[in-house]
């Protein structure tokens, strides 16, 4: 028997070839993965829209090792059998594009024929994902008889495989539910790559030293925060974005590292979803939270807060989080910015230098020209203070003064809208807990 096996659907793909005999006493006379030849870290991106990518140049590879062309393979073992998928809503996975990725694993036997001129479509083999995993371990190993175990993320409708190799034969039980899917959710919550950075997550945790933080609580303490670091450049002064950044290093209650006890939060009814950013929740909670009798407390762990990559346009898109304000000030008063020892900002000044703005231009269209030159004076002055507020800390390049001159102009507008828009949307809020799901 000569049989080429392709792992493909997901992510890292790789070919593995096995020749002279059944899986259990075969050969294994060549495998690789993809990403030794494409040069592609992981093969591709493990999203649905890859699915249909194959291990094309590791599989020519192993039939190049052993002398043999597609056409001489007797079958091609395929890690993924659609036949036992089942909607991707009905196993509670939360991913429109589920049905994409099914159809390229249907689809396979065709692309595989395309991809390897010469072999037969009839001759690929549909094997069970976590079949898979466990005949390349199980049948591998140096014991014929033996427990076989595998955890993974997901596979056509399970999570994992339990069973047990006799003789040669892999009898499977069949169990519910994925810790590994848990898993691949943490990470990208925490802004990594899911099905790819889970062990850039699994390294972070060695880092922390969150037990000591909660060791010292009382049973009043809602929640313990961690000390926020944002690292800036020594070679330069920061820039409008980096500098906003770093005031995260100054925030109270911040959601970035806050370890929260869970009846805490069930307590004041979880997070309130109306806040749609994490601009303001993170003070909203702590609020309701000391409304409640509970206390917040400062803890030791430290955790190193990157700027993220920003194009020139963040700080107005940032501006909606004034509708948030509104929404802060509903709930908790007008007093809500002492409370939480939150910067105010620039909102007044937003308003004001709109108004002048607005009003520039309608003294112009009504014909007050010397009235309108004042106000646009007024105007000018104001935008020229605060474009000059942001450039002058900064490092004063060619990019960054045309990116703070632009958005300079557009920010008090833009600010002013997103106020607008929360006074009236959020005119009638009631508090969360009334009103949570």
Not at 105 to 129: M, N, S, T, Y
Not at 379 to 400: I, K, Q, S
Request: charged share 25%; aromatic share 6%; proline share 7%.
């Amino acid at each position: 028997m000569r049989i080429l096996g392709i792992n493909a659907l997901f992510h890292d793909p790789a070919a593995a070839l096995v020749v002279d005999g059944r899986i259990g006493d075969g050969r294994i006379v060549a495998a690789a993965e993809e990403e030794r030849f494409s040069r592609r870290k992981h093969g591709k991106r493990p999203l649905p829209f890859s699915a249909w990518e194959l291990p094309e140049l590791s599989a020519r590879r192993c039939l190049e090792h052993a002398g043999l062309r597609p056409e001489e393979l007797d079958a091609v073992s395929y890690s993924f059998d659609p036949a036992l998928a089942r909607p991707a809503a009905q196993m509670g996975l939360s991913d429109p594009w589920d049905p994409l990725r099914l159809e390229y694993a249907r689809r396979a036997p065709e692309f595989l024929a395309e991809a390897l001129p010469g072999l037969d479509p009839a001759k690929v083999v549909f094997v069970p994902h976590h079949v898979a995993h466990a005949s390349s371990a199980g049948p591998a190993s140096p014991h014929p008889d033996s427990a076989v175990l595998v955890l993974d993320g997901r596979g056509e409708a399970a999570s994992h495989l339990a069973g047990r190799l006799d003789g040669g034969r892999l009898g499977t039980l069949a169990l519910p539910d994925s810790l590994g899917l848990v898993y691949e959710e943490l990470t990208e919550h925490l802004g990594f790559l899911r099905s790819s950075d889970e062990y850039k997550v699994m390294a972070l945790a060695s880092y922390g030293t969150l037990a000591e933080d909660l060791s010292g609580t009382t049973p009043d303490t809602a929640g313990v925060q961690g000390v926020i670091t944002v690292p800036l450049p020594d070679e330069r002064p920061p820039t409008d974005w980096e500098r906003g950044t770093a005031g995260l290093a100054r925030s109270r209650w911040i959601t970035a590292d806050m370890a929260y006890r869970t009846d805490a939060l069930k307590q004041v009814g979880g997070f309130d979803e109306r806040f749609r950013r994490t601009f303001r929740e993170d003070a909203d909670i702590a609020l309701r939270l000391l409304d409640a009798g509970r206390r917040v407390r400062q803890g030791r762990r430290t955790t190193r807060h990157p700027v993220r990559p920003a194009d020139r346009w963040v700080s107005l898109r940032a501006q909606r989080g004034n509708a948030d304000d509104a929404l802060m000030r509903r709930l908790h008063g007008s007093d809500w910015w002492d409370r939480a020892a939150a910067p105010r900002g620039r909102i007044r000044a937003h308003l004001a230098l709109t108004a002048v703005g607005t009003a520039a231009c309608a003294l112009a269209a009504s014909g007050h020209r010397r009235a309108s030159a004042v106000a646009a004076l007024g105007w000018l002055a104001g935008t020229g203070e605060f474009t000059w507020a942001r450039v002058g800390p900064g490092p004063r390049t060619r990019d960054e003064v045309i990116t703070m001159s632009a958005t300079s102009v557009l920010i008090p507008p833009a600010a002013t809208w997103q106020r607008l828009r929360g006074q009236r949307r959020h005119r009638a809020a009631r508090p969360w807990p009334e009103v949570a799901p």
